[in-house]
């Protein structure tokens, strides 16, 4: 049987999911987002891409080499999670728009990549810098946070960008290298990285909120101490 040419589409183009934060510490609720979207949006692969400094937030407790190393040990043995330290690597804050444009040049234009990011965040994306050239970078995929209302929360820019851009079709993500806004509904953990956090600070048990491996790096750098 012939193939469709959705299905040509799909089999020469690779997509790439990119999940980045300050994976202070990394932990099973973004594993299992990760997951759950590779899986349900077919994706290739997905890359863990620790900032080294949020423009959007504090600045992480812990350093970035002990941050990158949590996340090495997090995603160790699933070939779809890649480690990428391309944001610790740059001096400065740590913009998006820099990482998708270093990656673009990397992975060149026939690769789809997909930016993962909270439907949370996206409320916030006009504040961005540089944002408005972002969706020409990459598709836009927003996990649904909950009791998030977004749709009410969002300023006439990004509702302009959302009505141009919405999708629910997930092949229409293989069709072109970027420009789409896919909204994905996943299995949320209710997990908290401040709690973790907290939990080795007062010395009680985080196990089975994130791996072991991670667990026992952390006592045995004595971090959130």
Same mark, same amino acid.
């Given at each position: %049987?012939?193939?469709?040419?959705?299905?040509?589409?799909?089999?020469?183009?690779?997509?790439?999911?990119?999940?980045?934060?300050?994976?202070?510490?990394?932990?099973?609720?973004?594993?299992?987002?990760?997951?759950?979207?590779?899986?349900?949006?077919?994706?290739?692969?997905?890359?863990?891409?620790?900032?080294?400094?949020?423009?959007?937030?504090?600045?992480?407790?812990?350093?970035?080499? +002990?941050?990158?190393? %949590?996340?090495?040990?997090?995603?160790?043995?699933?070939?779809?999670?890649?480690?990428?330290?391309?944001?610790?690597?740059?001096?400065?804050?740590?913009?998006?728009?820099?990482?998708?444009?270093?990656?673009?040049?990397?992975?060149?234009?026939?690769?789809?990549?997909?930016?993962? %990011?909270?439907?949370?965040?996206?409320?916030?994306?006009?504040?961005?810098?540089?944002?408005?050239?972002?969706?020409?970078?990459?598709?836009?995929?927003?996990?649904?946070?909950?009791?998030?209302?977004?749709?009410?929360?969002?300023?006439?820019?990004?509702?302009?960008?959302?009505?141009?851009?919405?999708? +629910?079709?997930?092949?229409?993500?293989?069709?072109?290298?970027?420009?789409?806004? %896919?909204?994905?509904?996943?299995?949320?953990?209710?997990?908290?990285?401040?709690?973790?956090?907290?939990?080795?600070?007062?010395?009680?048990?985080?196990?089975?909120?994130?791996? +072991?491996?991670?667990? +026992?790096?952390?006592?045995?750098?004595?971090?959130?101490?």
């Amino acid at each position: %049987m012939a193939k469709s040419a959705a299905d040509q589409t799909r089999t020469g183009r690779r997509l790439v999911g990119l999940l980045g934060g300050t994976f202070d510490p990394i932990h099973y609720g973004h594993l299992r987002m990760a997951e759950q979207l590779a899986d349900t949006l077919k994706l290739d692969e997905i890359r863990f891409i620790p900032s080294a400094n949020p423009p959007h937030r504090q600045s992480p407790q812990t350093s970035a080499a +002990d941050r990158c190393e %949590m996340v090495r040990l997090a995603i160790a043995g699933n070939p779809r999670f890649v480690l990428d330290d391309r944001e610790l690597l740059r001096a400065g804050a740590s913009y998006t728009i820099d990482t998708l444009l270093s990656l673009r040049a990397e992975l060149g234009n026939n690769t789809a990549l997909c930016l993962i %990011m909270g439907s949370d965040a996206f409320i916030e994306f006009d504040s961005w810098h540089r944002w408005d050239v972002i969706p020409e970078l990459c598709h836009l995929l927003l996990v649904e946070r909950p009791n998030v209302q977004m749709s009410e929360a969002l300023r006439p820019a990004l509702q302009s960008l959302l009505r141009e851009r919405y999708t +629910d079709q997930p092949a229409e993500l293989a069709e072109k290298t970027a420009g789409r806004i %896919m909204i994905q509904r996943i299995t949320a953990l209710d997990i908290s990285a401040t709690a973790i956090r907290e939990d080795f600070r007062t010395q009680r048990s985080p196990r089975y909120l994130l791996p +072991d491996s991670v667990v +026992d790096f952390i006592q045995g750098h004595q971090l959130y101490r």
